[in-house]
Structure formats: C-alpha cells, structure tokens
C-alpha cells in the first residue's frame, strides 16, 4: 500500500528556520516524482514545486522559486521542505503528493498534511 | 501561468440530483492534462478524475469528466450523502501546475 507520512504541526515565530518531512512507503519512492502543495485556508491549493529522488532533479514553481528549498534523501525514502526565515504569510497546511509518472502528471497519493503556524 | 476559473463556487444539491461542475483555463491545457480532485474537511484531496475523463482507481462511475482545450467539465450522475465536499481542477500540462479555487458541493 502506497503511503506518504508527514511530520507533525508546527508552531514558529517569525524569522525561524523550519524543515518538515514527508517519508514514502509501499512503492519505489526514488523513481517517482514527489510534490510539495500549499494550502490556505479556505482557498485552492497551490503547487509549490517537485523533486525526483533518483537524482535530485528540483522544479520549483515561480512562485516559490527562491522562498523554500525542497530536497530528498532516497535512502530513508523522505522528502523535505525547508524554509530559512519563516514569515507570518507561510501559515498553511503544506501537503507532499506523488506524481504518477513524468515531471508533468497529477498526483496520485497524497500525504496527511503539516499544519505550519507562523507568529509574531 | 495558466490560470483556472472553477464555477459555480457553491452548489446546493439534494441527494441523487445531478451536479455539473465547471472548470474553464485562461489558456488551452496541453494535451487535456487536467484532473480532479475531491476534498473534505481536515483531509487531503483525493485524485477523482485524470487526463479530462479517466477515472482513477476505485472511484465509482457516477463521476465523470469530459471537455478539452479550455472548457472541462465535472459530473456526478446522482449525488450520494459522501460526495458533499470541495472539487478542485488542476491542469499539469504547463509548467507550473496550478489549481482552480474550487467548487463547494453542499446539501440543499
């Protein structure tokens, strides 16, 4: 059974470092595409960026582009997202995905989410 | 960036109504790589519908998707107790991928 575990809630002050996780299991986590998505409450949900855990191969989407960095370590099979200086503007529920085959496919699994509350 | 609109934004149903869902992009999506999802409160979505009309696994058949170019449609045949949620359409064919607002389908 393919399953995505994230790493628990959150609670930061604004200007702290952060690096949640996101660890695969039931499926070859290196040869899929693992996604990062953001969500506000009560909005859509926004694609942040992807990474293939094979050989590190990172899109970002502009958006985002220079705000996270997303990484992997295949050997445990976990994905991470990180930011260095946390603004009050990144409180949301951040949700990893897997993307069903290419750079360019739709999710398939998604994790449980990480609620990240940022305060002054 | 390919920017989805999704409307209505709520639709108030009775159980075994028919829903129309609808999802319209400010650029033709390549390929019809558009999907859907399905969202309820406190979980993560849920993929329905990929490719503009295939259906992923195990999702029943009273859903479907159709459309193509800049005009994709949701529909649910006769609307069970479980499907009241949140509908979100993503295209994945141009980069980046990017999510409509979403439909809330709520009970009449």
């Known amino acids: 059974e393919v399953q995505l575990v994230q790493s628990g809630t959150e609670v930061k002050q604004i200007g702290e470092s952060l690096k949640i996780s996101c660890k695969g299991s039931?499926?070859?986590?290196?040869?899929?595409?693992i996604g990062w998505v953001r969500q506000k409450p009560g909005k859509g949900p926004e694609w942040m960026g992807i990474?293939?855990?094979?050989?590190?191969?990172?899109r970002y989407s502009p958006s985002f582009q220079g705000q996270v960095t997303i990484s992997a370590d295949k050997s445990i099979s976990t994905a991470y997202l990180q930011w260095s200086s946390l603004k009050a503007s990144d409180t949301a529920i951040y949700y990893c995905?897997?993307?069903?085959?290419?750079?360019?496919?739709?999710?398939?699994?998604w994790g449980q989410g990480t609620l990240v509350t940022v305060s002054s | 960036e390919i920017v989805l609109t999704q409307s209505p934004g709520t639709l108030s149903l009775s159980p075994g109504e028919r829903a129309t869902l609808s999802c319209r992009a400010s650029?033709?999506?390549?390929?019809?790589?558009l999907a859907w999802y399905q969202q309820k409160p406190g979980q993560a979505p849920r993929l329905l519908i990929y490719?503009?009309?295939s259906r992923a696994t195990g999702i029943p058949d009273r859903f479907s998707g159709s459309g193509s170019g800049t005009d994709f449609t949701l529909t649910i045949s006769r609307v069970e107790p479980e499907d009241f949620a949140v509908y979100y359409c993503q295209q994945y064919g141009s980069s980046p991928n990017t999510f409509g607002q979403g439909t809330k389908l709520e009970i009449k």
């Open positions: 039931g499926y070859n986590f290196a040869r899929y595409w």
């Open positions: 490719g503009a009309s």
């Open positions: 990474i293939y855990p094979s050989d590190s191969d990172t």
């Open positions: 995905a897997r993307q069903v085959a290419t750079a360019m496919s739709n999710f398939d699994y």
């Open positions: 650029q033709s999506v390549t390929s019809t790589k």
